[in-house]
């Protein structure tokens, strides 16, 4: 059965530093997202990228943060100047279309220390 | 320091039992709507979905009932096994928007 993946599975960075996490999702699916989960909260939506530009994002998502597909395969997250409070799993998901069931990834968790 | 999060409500069954699990959904204006499984340390898994044209929906053990009148959702798993044992999430979409909102999530306990 297809799936998304995510690596890497565990980043660790100092404050200030720049990461990027990225995720194959499935390959057939047209739509990509990003969430993200703080421990013990619940998962917010961060992101939506389709036909090669952001459809939506929500308030989280600012300037500190950036998506990219940079082939044919991958989609990446891009955080720039991280702070202590960006740690958190973050999740990848993919999906046929808008309003379609999202499958996510297994998350990357982000410590930043 | 301290992490402040979500208590999060629990429901403790035993095997057999069946299960049911609510949520309130807030948009009046959400016509798509998913319950997810989350279990520890993984990403959430797709378990069943309903549109608002629909109050029912089964799958394999599973069944969600939709109330667009008091906009509440639940998830009834029968024959709960210690498998079933995660997190549950309600999630709500607007059709035509890419954006799930998740609910707080509830916490399923099932012992053997």
């Known amino acids: 059965e297809p799936e998304v993946t995510q690596t890497p599975s565990h980043q660790v960075t100092q404050m200030g530093q720049e990461v990027i996490l990225r995720c194959v999702p499935i390959?057939?699916?047209?739509?990509f997202y990003w969430y993200r989960q703080i421990l013990g909260q619940k998962v917010e939506f961060l992101v939506s990228f389709y036909n090669n530009e952001i459809s939506e994002k929500s308030e989280i998502f600012d300037d500190q943060f950036s998506v990219e597909r940079p082939d044919g395969s991958n989609f990446t997250l891009k955080i720039r100047s991280t702070k202590l409070e960006d740690s958190a799993m973050y999740f990848c998901a993919s999906s046929e279309d808008n309003s379609y069931e999202q499958y996510f990834g297994p998350g990357t968790r982000l410590t930043v220390t | 320091g301290e992490s402040v999060g979500l208590h999060l409500p629990t429901l403790s069954v035993q095997e057999g039992d069946n299960s049911i699990i609510n949520c309130a959904y807030s948009n009046s204006a959400s016509d798509y709507f998913i319950w997810y499984k989350q279990e520890s340390g993984k990403g959430p898994q797709f378990i069943i979905d309903i549109r608002s044209n629909m109050d029912k929906r089964q799958g394999q053990r599973v069944t969600v009932l939709l109330n667009k009148t008091v906009k509440h959702l639940s998830l009834q798993i029968a024959a709960t096994q210690p498998g079933d044992s995660a997190v549950y999430f309600c999630?709500?979409?607007?059709?035509?928007?890419?954006?799930?909102?998740f609910g707080k999530g509830t916490m399923l306990l099932v012992s053997p």
């Open positions: 390959s057939n699916h047209l739509y």
């Open positions: 999630a709500e979409n607007i059709s035509g928007y890419s954006t799930l909102t």
